[in-house]
Nanobody, 125 residues
C-alpha cells in the first residue's frame, strides 16, 4: 500500500483546511486508513481513522466535532476536513494504512505498517 498526503498549508486560527490522502495498492474491506500528526518536539499522535470498506470512523477527543474524515472509494482517496483550526493543531499530518487492523487498537500507530510522507499544517494565532 502506498499513500500520498497533500493539502497542508498556513492558515489562521478559526480557518478550515482539507487534507487528502491518495491510496494505491491492495486494500481490503477492513483496511483502516488513519491520520496522525506530529508537532515539533512531541510524539506522533492519533487524529482520526476510517475503515475503507465499511466507513466506520473514530476521532481523537482533541479534534472531535471539528474534524471529519471521509473516503472516496472510486478515487481511492481519503480526506480530512479540518474546521475551527487552533494553533495547537499545528503539526505534520501523516496518513497511514493498516490492512488487517485490530479494531480495538486503531488509535495505536504500531498498527499501521504503511505511511505517507506527511504534509505540514501551520495554524497562526
Amino acid at each position: 500500500v502506498q499513500l500520498q498526503a497533500s493539502g497542508g498549508g498556513l492558515v489562521q486560527a478559526g480557518d478550515s483546511l482539507t487534507l487528502s490522502c491518495a491510496v494505491s495498492g491492495r486494500t481490503f474491506r477492513n483496511t483502516a486508513i488513519g491520520w496522525f500528526r506530529q508537532a515539533p518536539g512531541k510524539e506522533r499522535e492519533f487524529v482520526s481513522v476510517i475503515t475503507w470498506g465499511t466507513g466506520r470512523t473514530y476521532y481523537a477527543d482533541s479534534v472531535k466535532g471539528r474534524f471529519t474524515v471521509a473516503r472516496d472509494n472510486a478515487k481511492n482517496t481519503m480526506y480530512l476536513q479540518m474546521n475551527s483550526l487552533k494553533p495547537e493543531d499545528t503539526a505534520v499530518y501523516y496518513c497511514a494504512a493498516s490492512p488487517h487492523p485490530i479494531l480495538s487498537s486503531l488509535r495505536l500507530r504500531e498498527q499501521y505498517p504503511y505511511w505517507g510522507q506527511g504534509t505540514l499544517v501551520t495554524v497562526s494565532s
